[in-house]
């Protein structure tokens, strides 16, 4: 079945510091690949998508996220995080096909950044 | 109004009520989407439409039963729940057909708290 796990429940970087958020899905098929952030109160934003092609990805607020089929990973980093960053963040793999497909979310990691 | 809009934004009901949450999207989209998003739970999908026709129904209560009477609207009719329904209700849009594919537009939800 299909599946998204994002090992970290709640990651915690100072302002200025690099960040990665893990991913890793389980699809038989080559995925299609989503990172989206929720602000609090908020709905989810769409950051950046994977579906083919060059494995690194870029998105909004300078964010990427990098492919890796060996691994089944699709992490997402950005080199220095904004106070604004703050927020939870959900990795999903589209799943089926057609009319009967859907988007599978990970669990979510709520990122904190200290001043 | 742009992007997808929902309301109430929320919206506290005993268990003998009956209430409905609506959503609008403004994109011209023709697929639509109901989640369900608990505290510490993965974003639980309930229900998708695609060009007016449920084509998912994540094996969720009968106490919720949607509604989808065009393209633009979609509604969540609520009767008789139960205080662990309490959570943000979702809303999303996305171009028809491919529903795993396509990005997804959310709303910024209705917080329900059932008593």
């Known amino acids: 079945a299909q599946s998204v796990t994002q090992p970290d429940i709640h990651i915690t970087v100072s302002e200025g510091a690099s960040l990665e958020l893990r991913c890793n899905y389980s699809?038989?098929?080559?995925?299609?690949l989503f990172w989206y952030v929720q602000s609090p109160g908020q709905g989810l934003q769409l950051l950046l998508k994977?579906?083919?092609?060059?494995?690194l990805v870029q998105g909004i607020k300078g964010f990427e996220a990098e492919f890796k089929r060996s691994q089944s990973s699709f992490n997402l980093r950005k080199p220095s995080v904004h106070w604004s960053d703050a927020a939870e963040y959900f990795c999903?793999?589209?799943?089926?096909?057609?009319?009967?497909?859907?988007?599978?979310f990970g669990q979510g990691t709520t990122l904190q950044v200290k001043p | 109004e742009t992007g997808v809009t929902q309301t109430p934004r929320h919206l506290v009901m005993g268990m003998t009520n009956k209430k409905s949450l609506k959503c609008e999207q403004h994109?011209?989209?023709?697929?639509m989407y109901w989640y369900k998003q608990s505290a510490k739970k993965p974003l639980e999908l309930m229900f998708v439409?695609?060009?007016?026709?449920?084509?998912e129904n994540n094996s969720v209560p009968s106490r919720f039963s949607p509604e989808c009477p065009n393209s633009s609207h979609l509604f969540l009719h609520l009767h008789t729940l139960q205080p662990e329904d309490s959570a943000l209700y979702l809303c999303?849009?996305?171009?028809?057909?491919?529903?795993?594919?396509?990005?997804?537009?959310f709303g910024p939800g209705t917080r329900l708290t059932v008593l």
């Open positions: 999303a849009s996305s171009q028809g057909g491919l529903a795993g594919v396509n990005e997804q537009f």
């Open positions: 699809y038989g098929a080559t995925p299609y």
């Open positions: 994977y579906f083919s092609g060059d494995t």
């Open positions: 999903a793999v589209g799943a089926g096909s057609g009319n009967t497909g859907k988007l599978i």
């Open positions: 994109l011209g989209h023709n697929a």
């Open positions: 439409y695609n060009f007016k026709e449920q084509t």
